[in-house]
Structure formats: structure tokens, C-alpha cells
């Protein structure tokens, strides 16, 4: 048996519930229904608290994924800068000004190369990866021992 229930809501809720309704094709009063048992169920902090931990988990896991692709850009950087640094002579005061310009134009080359990378979605974690696998299972980078 049912009880009926009179009751006033505001036009803009009254609006929402018309439209959510007429969209599922059910009752307005089905929808008011399963909305106050859902609000009133003892489980449904539980439920509410599960969805949480679903969306948080699967942020910590993207989270987890940046700080490795930003760990590995940080160490390819530091590797590079520190090679660069112990490999690269100073230049004499007559080539620097030729040094600058070349150095200009390698940087535009450099950009540009950096661009339709990014444009093409292949990233250097990726890469990295890759060649770890590959090396992992005796691919073609391996060295004879």
C-alpha cells in the first residue's frame, strides 16, 4: 500500500525532475522514489564512500604515472647536462660570436623537432620503456657477452 505525499519544490528542481524524468521515460514520482530511498538507505554512505575510493585510487595511480615520467625527464636531463658539461671545451673569444648563431639556429631546429613530437604523442617514458623491455629480454640492444 501506498501513502501519498504532498509536497512543493522549488521551479528549478521541479524543472530538473521533469526533464530527468520525461529523459528516462518513468514517472516523475518513480524518480522522487528511488531518489528518497537512495538519500535514506543506511548504506548509502558506504556506497557513496566506495565510489571515493574508486576515484581516488585511479588518481593516485595517474598521479603515480607523472611523477615517473617526470623522475625519468629529470634524470635524461641531468644525464645530458652533466655529459655536456664535462665533454664540451670552452671556445676561444674569436669563435664565440659564430658559436651563438650556429647555437640559435640548432635551438630552432631543436624546437621545431620538439613540436611535431609532441603533435605526434610519442613521449621519451614511453621510449624508455620500451628499450628497458627490450633489453630485459635479450632484444637486439643487448651487447655479446
Given at each position: 500500500?501506498?501513502?501519498?505525499?504532498?509536497?512543493?519544490?522549488p521551479?528549478?528542481?521541479?524543472?530538473?525532475l521533469?526533464?530527468?524524468?520525461?529523459?528516462?521515460?518513468?514517472?516523475?514520482?518513480?524518480?522522487?522514489?528511488?531518489?528518497l530511498?537512495?538519500?535514506?538507505?543506511?548504506?548509502?554512505?558506504?556506497?557513496?564512500?566506495?565510489?571515493?575510493?574508486?576515484?581516488?585510487?585511479?588518481?593516485t595511480?595517474?598521479?603515480?604515472?607523472?611523477?615517473?615520467?617526470?623522475?625519468?625527464?629529470?634524470?635524461?636531463?641531468?644525464?645530458?647536462?652533466?655529459?655536456?658539461?664535462?665533454?664540451?671545451?670552452?671556445?676561444?673569444?674569436?669563435?664565440?660570436?659564430?658559436?651563438?648563431?650556429?647555437?640559435?639556429?640548432?635551438?630552432?631546429?631543436?624546437?621545431?623537432?620538439?613540436?611535431?613530437r609532441?603533435?605526434?604523442?610519442?613521449?621519451?617514458?614511453?621510449?624508455?620503456?620500451?628499450?628497458?623491455?627490450?633489453?630485459?629480454?635479450?632484444?637486439?640492444?643487448?651487447?655479446?657477452?
Amino acid at each position: 500500500m501506498r501513502t501519498k505525499h504532498t509536497f512543493r519544490l522549488p521551479p528549478d528542481l521541479a524543472t530538473k525532475l521533469a526533464d530527468y524524468a520525461a529523459r528516462k521515460r518513468v514517472p516523475q514520482a518513480l524518480v522522487v522514489e528511488a531518489a528518497l530511498a537512495s538519500h535514506l538507505s543506511p548504506d548509502g554512505a558506504d556506497r557513496l564512500e566506495a565510489a571515493l575510493a574508486r576515484r581516488l585510487d585511479r588518481m593516485t595511480r595517474q598521479m603515480e604515472i607523472i611523477e615517473r615520467h617526470v623522475t625519468i625527464s629529470n634524470e635524461a636531463l641531468a644525464v645530458f647536462v652533466r655529459f655536456w658539461l664535462t665533454s664540451t671545451p670552452p671556445l676561444p673569444d674569436t669563435a664565440l660570436a659564430a658559436a651563438q648563431t650556429k647555437g640559435r639556429e640548432r635551438y630552432e631546429g631543436f624546437v621545431e623537432a620538439l613540436g611535431r613530437r609532441l603533435a605526434r604523442g610519442r613521449k621519451l617514458a614511453d621510449e624508455v620503456t620500451r628499450d628497458i623491455e627490450a633489453t630485459a629480454e635479450g632484444g637486439p640492444d643487448v651487447p655479446a657477452a
